[in-house]
């Protein structure tokens, strides 16, 4: 059957017990213009499976589906409360309440509390900044200059009810993480793999193996997997000549997650993904940095749930053995002399 939005949903779900059933991607069963009838778009999509012209897209099995539903549900109550927390930085600069300027965190225990007082009627410098925890003491002259402003009941009004609707998301964020603990359970061991890799949280895990299920039998290879994600370039050609590279749409709440998880790695400490992404950040910018480690990331979750191993991490320096010293060396000084240096060498002595 045709995927169209969610429709397909209810008899696919009621058909698949009994027989094997086909989903198709509308884009991949385009027929010739015009002449368009329901029953004309059934027997060109009859003609298609019968030619072996269209291939079934990824719909996983029912327990990995509920745990989508439960991992993207959380992550769409994180996105709320992101943006509620910054309606709230925005009533406050409204009010002239400068706070997120000296606070880090204005929902920390030190701007909890201070909220919490102006919402009551305390309108006194002095007396909110005295509310500051531990080393945010040290910034009380600075806490006095930011709480001065026209903090009124309207605004009082309106950071209540934008505080309970934060605190109504964090509590359900707890609610849905539990009931997906439950649900992973039979594969807690594929999430103690993923977490092996560097960058990979527990909540990546969750999701990495909500988006693709733990058996990988359904995708013939790792490129597979990276194509069907969408996070490896795009293919195509015309001509002889390749006009973009760019990534194809693939599953936004799985590069969503793995995107996480590259910048995660790029900012760990002699890893081989680390080194990965600073060799081709320099060539290639950030963005296309970070897809390239999505796409390693995801080419190692294949094979490690497919072989049911541990992440083998090649070390920061695998560029540098692999290239050699020599090779290195060179253009190093080659790019000292870019910049104007004249470079003499000198071997360092060993112990």
Known sequence: MEATGIYWKPVFYLLE???ECWLLNARHMKAVPGRKTDVKDSEWIAKLVEHGLVRASFVPPEPIRQLRDLTRYR???IRERTREAQRL?????????KLSCVVSDILGVSGRAMLEALITGERDPRVLADLAKRRLRLKIPDLIEALT????DHHAFLARAMLDRIDAATAMEVRLSARIGTALEPMRRSVDLLTTIPGVSTRAAEVILAEIGADMARFASAEHLASWAGVCPGNHESAGRQPTGRTRHGDPWLK??????????ARTKNTYLAARYRRLVARRGKRRAVVALEHSLLIAVWHMLTHGVPHQDLGGDYFLERTGKTRATRR??????QLGYQVSLQPTGTS
Do not use: C, P, W, Y
């Not at 969503?256 to 790695?265: D, N, P, R, V």
């Not at 190093?332 to 002399?337: C, K, M």
């Open 256 to 265: 969503a997650a793995l995107g996480q998880s590259a910048m995660a790695a």
């Open 17 to 19: 017990h009994d027989m």
């Open 149 to 152: 402003g026209r903090f009124g």
């Open 332 to 337: 190093l000084i080659s790019q000292l002399n």
């Open 75 to 77: 992550t769409e109550v």
């Open 89 to 97: 930085e925005k009533l406050l600069e409204d009010a002239g309440i």
